[in-house]
């Protein structure tokens, strides 16, 4: 038999290659649907123990009808790689639950019965410009004839795509609700302007309410409460107005008979006073304090203080269009550095925004266990709020700022054996567990949520996490915690932090500087234009004097000496930033292919050897 040639040789290792590799896709295919890797660095595309947990404690089946217009969304890639990945979450859900959540896909063509089920759900239908309509989205139902609805997949909301779905799961599988009590002044229903602004179609319910009322049953309690619900799980205190003793003490009761607490307080709310009526009356106290329930707890708080930190401080606008941006120490941009990292509620916690916050501490003898949650930075002291108030230039507040070492904490647990503050009380004794934050801002959607309007109803895309807070703090008191992992996924945008550093720390080496070269240039420019306009003594006569016209030739030369270092002053604020960027774009655009030509000639190189050594052979 004639031996094969090097070319048959070679023919025949390509189809067997092509054999193996069908084989192989196709085994694959069969037993490792449900197999994948996840590289990113925050398991972005792996379901949390939280759904693994809600899908495990499942009792009866739940549906979800998965309505996507395939034929009408072809021709938009974006749709329909997002569609790709709802589709394989839901049958990972599906695959994960032993049976008990069926999915099923519809597709809704126009003018068929589909589309009208899709209509008479919920649906949001998205047009299209060949006037079709775009149905992309998720209908739960339960057998107690329970339904839950995503409207619409909108692509802003894919960070807490998870959350969304498996929430909707949570909420089928739990028809019974928590019930949280709320005692606030703030308006959490209405919004910014309270009633009268939502009444004139100006206002929205705050949308961490929103969120709460969506997952629990929540009652407001009236201003002059005298009781609370025996069947209340959870009581929400959040920034309330003075409260008289006979309530305090029917709050102190709850809490020692085993009722959980979520109290916001604050010195100074931003909150409060948005959206007011400056002719009337402002329906919340600029702060709130608990003083003495604080007291039986084990809890100081000075409403007094307000914490300012120079590392966290976020960057605001201002109205100086030669620094149109600077930091503000009292509004605080905190990071995973500042959460406690054992505690639930804070333990998945990327970012909180905060304003005008106050500082906690445990009080001397207390028989609490006081554990911090939320701390400020090294870099903070406590400012009078009266100063905070007052003080309208950022920059002066940050030089006010004299760092004292200390984490302040902004939020803390209380739990363990606490004494009624009020000693005629039928409960002496109790074990409690509170959660308290210095802040009532926490609530304000401006710090933490873009609302976008996407087909007539609105999409929340949030930037940070303070409604995971409020909303991982009753799902933790109220004895669960299957959402708290979902609500605080980190986002798959990194953040430029390297760059804030750098502009942090060029604010404070150059900002002093800055200020006095801004506050000479003003004063040069007054008394220049006082001297060609003839000053006071001028008056009556024409022209200058040569020694009027000598000194204005002299501020001439000092102002435009001022205007150079100062320009050289706010470059030198974003040199480095510069610097940085030109690095990276070296980086980019010459290095990575200098080291992709170089890895192909070594990598020419040494086949070229091999092959030398094989014919040498």
Same mark, same amino acid.
Do not use: C
């Given at each position: 038999?004639?031996?094969?040639?090097?070319?048959?040789?070679?023919?025949?290792?390509?189809?067997?290659?092509?054999?193996?590799?069908?084989?192989?896709?196709?085994?694959?295919?069969?037993?490792?649907?449900?197999?994948?890797?996840?590289?990113?660095?925050?398991?972005?595309?792996?379901?949390?123990?939280?759904?693994?947990?809600?899908?495990?404690?499942?009792?009866?089946?739940?549906?979800?009808?998965?309505?996507?217009?395939?034929?009408?969304?072809?021709? #938009?890639?974006?749709?329909?790689?997002?569609?790709?990945?709802?589709?394989?979450?839901?049958?990972?859900?599906?695959?994960?639950?032993?049976?008990?959540?069926?999915?099923?896909?519809?597709?809704?063509?126009?003018?068929?019965?589909?589309?009208?089920?899709?209509?008479?759900?919920?649906?949001?239908?998205?047009?299209?410009?060949?006037?079709?309509?775009?149905?992309?989205?998720?209908?739960?139902?339960?057998?107690?004839?329970?339904?839950?609805?995503?409207?619409?997949?909108?692509?802003?909301?894919?960070?807490?795509?998870? #959350?969304?779905?498996?929430?909707?799961?949570?909420?089928?599988?739990?028809?019974?609700?928590?019930?949280?009590?709320?005692?606030?002044?703030?308006?959490?229903?209405?919004?910014?302007?309270?009633?009268?602004?939502?009444?004139?179609?100006?206002?929205?319910? #705050?949308?961490?309410?929103?969120?709460?009322?969506?997952?629990?049953?929540?009652?407001?309690?009236?201003?002059?409460?005298?009781?609370?619900?025996?069947?209340?799980?959870?009581?929400?205190?959040?920034?309330?107005?003075?409260?008289?003793?006979?309530?305090?003490?029917?709050?102190?009761?709850?809490?020692?008979?085993?009722?959980?607490?979520?109290?916001?307080?604050?010195?100074?709310?931003?909150?409060?006073?948005?959206?007011?009526?400056? #002719?009337?009356?402002?329906?919340?106290?600029?702060?709130?304090?608990?003083?003495?329930?604080?007291?039986?707890?084990?809890?100081?708080?000075?409403?007094?203080?307000?914490?300012?930190?120079?590392?966290?401080?976020?960057?605001?606008?201002?109205?100086?269009?030669?620094?149109?941006?600077?930091?503000?120490?009292?509004?605080?941009?905190?990071?995973?550095?500042?959460?406690?990292?054992?505690?639930?509620?804070?333990?998945?916690?990327?970012?909180?925004?905060?304003?005008?916050?106050?500082?906690?501490?445990?009080?001397?003898?207390?028989?609490?266990?006081?554990?911090?949650?939320?701390?400020?930075?090294?870099?903070?002291?406590?400012?009078?709020?009266?100063?905070?108030?007052?003080?309208?230039?950022?920059?002066?507040?940050?030089?006010?700022?004299?760092?004292?070492?200390?984490?302040?904490?902004?939020?803390?647990?209380?739990?363990?054996?606490?004494?009624?503050?009020?000693?005629?009380?039928?409960?002496?004794?109790?074990?409690?567990?509170?959660?308290?934050?210095?802040?009532?801002?926490?609530?304000?959607?401006?710090?933490?949520?873009?609302?976008?309007?996407?087909?007539?109803?609105?999409?929340?895309?949030?930037?940070?996490?303070?409604?995971?807070?409020?909303?991982?703090?009753?799902?933790?008191?109220?004895?669960?915690?299957?959402?708290?992992?979902?609500?605080?996924?980190?986002?798959?945008?990194?953040?430029?932090?390297?760059?804030?550093?750098?502009?942090?720390?060029?604010?404070?080496?150059?900002?002093?500087?800055?200020?006095?070269?801004?506050?000479?240039?003003?004063?040069?420019?007054?008394?220049?234009?006082?001297?060609?306009?003839?000053?006071?003594?001028?008056?009556?006569?024409?022209?200058?004097?040569?020694?009027?016209?000598?000194?204005?030739?002299?501020?001439?030369?000092?102002?435009?000496?001022?205007?150079?270092?100062?320009?050289?002053?706010?470059?030198?604020?974003?040199?480095?930033?510069?610097?940085?960027?030109?690095?990276?774009?070296?980086?980019?655009?010459?290095?990575?292919?200098?080291?992709?030509?170089?890895?192909?000639?070594?990598?020419?190189?040494?086949?070229?050897?091999?092959?030398?050594?094989?014919?040498?052979?």
């Amino acid at each position: 038999m004639k031996p094969l040639s090097r070319h048959a040789y070679a023919v025949l290792a390509i189809v067997l290659s092509i054999v193996i590799f069908v084989a192989v896709n196709m085994a694959a295919d069969t037993a490792l649907t449900t197999a994948k890797l996840d590289l990113t660095a925050n398991g972005q595309f792996t379901l949390a123990q939280g759904t693994r947990n809600i899908l495990a404690n499942l009792k009866e089946p739940v549906t979800l009808k998965f309505y996507y217009s395939k034929q009408v969304a072809s021709e #938009y890639a974006q749709t329909a790689d997002y569609a790709k990945r709802v589709r394989d979450l839901l049958g990972e859900y599906a695959s994960l639950s032993h049976g008990n959540v069926v999915v099923q896909e519809i597709d809704p063509e126009p003018f068929t019965e589909a589309e009208d089920q899709a209509q008479g759900a919920g649906l949001t239908g998205a047009p299209t410009d060949s006037g079709d309509t775009v149905y992309f989205g998720l209908v739960g139902t339960n057998r107690m004839d329970g339904k839950e609805v995503i409207a619409y997949f909108s692509p802003e909301r894919e960070q807490y795509l998870e #959350y969304d779905i498996s929430s909707l799961i949570y909420r089928l599988s739990t028809p019974k609700k928590t019930l949280v009590g709320i005692v606030t002044s703030l308006p959490m229903e209405f919004g910014p302007g309270g009633m009268q602004a939502a009444m004139q179609g100006q206002g929205q319910p #705050y949308l961490t309410y929103q969120e709460l009322a969506q997952t629990y049953q929540t009652q407001m309690l009236p201003p002059g409460f005298t009781a609370i619900p025996k069947d209340m799980n959870v009581l929400m205190i959040a920034h309330p107005a003075a409260l008289n003793d006979a309530q305090l003490q029917v709050i102190d009761q709850f809490v020692l008979r085993g009722g959980r607490a979520l109290v916001f307080v604050d010195p100074l709310s931003e909150i409060s006073q948005a959206g007011a009526n400056p #002719y009337q009356p402002p329906q919340s106290p600029p702060s709130s304090n608990l003083p003495k329930l604080f007291q039986a707890w084990g809890i100081g708080f000075d409403p007094a203080k307000v914490v300012a930190d120079r590392a966290l401080a976020q960057r605001v606008q201002t109205r100086d269009p030669m620094n149109p941006t600077t930091l503000y120490p009292v509004w605080m941009h905190l990071g995973p550095d500042n959460f406690a990292d054992k505690d639930p509620v804070t333990a998945n916690l990327q970012s909180l925004n905060l304003a005008t916050v106050g500082a906690l501490h445990p009080l001397k003898g207390a028989t609490t266990t006081f554990a911090p949650l939320v701390t400020s930075s090294d870099q903070a002291s406590l400012l009078a709020s009266s100063v905070v108030k007052a003080t309208q230039d950022p920059q002066e507040l940050m030089a006010e700022v004299n760092p004292t070492g200390e984490k302040f904490v902004i939020a803390a647990r209380v739990s363990g054996e606490a004494k009624t503050a009020f000693p005629g009380s039928a409960i002496k004794t109790g074990k409690i567990n509170v959660v308290v934050m210095a802040d009532s801002d926490v609530f304000d959607d401006r710090f933490w949520v873009h609302v976008q309007t996407l087909l007539g109803k609105k999409i929340a895309a949030p930037f940070a996490d303070n409604a995971a807070f409020v909303l991982n703090s009753i799902e933790n008191l109220s004895g669960s915690g299957d959402l708290i992992s979902l609500r605080t996924r980190e986002s798959g945008q990194r953040p430029f932090t390297v760059v804030r550093k750098i502009q942090e720390d060029a604010q404070s080496q150059f900002q002093a500087k800055e200020k006095a070269l801004q506050q000479h240039l003003t004063e040069t420019q007054q008394r220049l234009h006082e001297l060609e306009q003839g000053g006071e003594a001028q008056q009556g006569q024409v022209g200058l004097t040569p020694e009027q016209q000598k000194e204005v030739e002299n501020f001439r030369k000092d102002l435009i000496d001022t205007r150079t270092q100062l320009r050289d002053v706010q470059h030198n604020l974003r040199k480095d930033i510069d610097a940085l960027g030109s690095r990276l774009a070296l980086i980019n655009i010459a290095l990575v292919p200098v080291l992709i030509s170089v890895f192909a000639l070594v990598l020419a190189g040494l086949r070229r050897r091999k092959r030398a050594q094989a014919a040498g052979a």
